[in-house]
């Protein structure tokens, strides 16, 4: 059974910081690439970050110098490290795990900041 559990989330201010986990469970963790999405009321979900198997980073142009992607293949798990958060990154943020067959997602960790 594939699972993808995000954690981290939280009510943080704005300027403020927050480390979100993936962590990945019954897939080959090394042959996928791994992305955080967020999602806004009325909004669509967008792409956030993305890290592929050989570590090489995107980063949507909002989050750029403020957001970092990393991976850890020994705990299966991405993270997510995000700094001097604003108001604009309040979402729910989602894990991704897809290899070109197979595409799966976790159920989301709200981060919420505050202005």
């Known amino acids: 059974q594939v699972q993808l559990v995000e954690s981290g989330g939280d009510l943080v201010q704005a300027g403020g910081s927050l480390r979100l986990s993936c962590a990945a469970s019954g897939i080959d963790f090394r042959s996928y690439f791994m992305a955080w999405y967020r999602q806004t009321p009325g909004n669509q979900r967008e792409l956030v970050a993305r890290?592929?198997?050989?570590?090489?980073?995107y980063y949507t142009n909002s989050v750029k110098g403020r957001f970092i992607i990393s991976k850890d293949t020994v705990k299966k798990t991405v993270y997510l490290q995000m700094s001097s958060l604003k108001f604009e990154d309040t979402g729910v943020y989602s894990c991704?795990?897809?290899?070109?067959?197979?595409?799966?997602w976790g159920q989301g960790t709200q981060v919420t900041v505050s202005s």
């Open positions: 890290i592929t198997t050989d570590g090489n980073t």
């Open positions: 991704r795990a897809a290899n070109g067959f197979n595409d799966y």
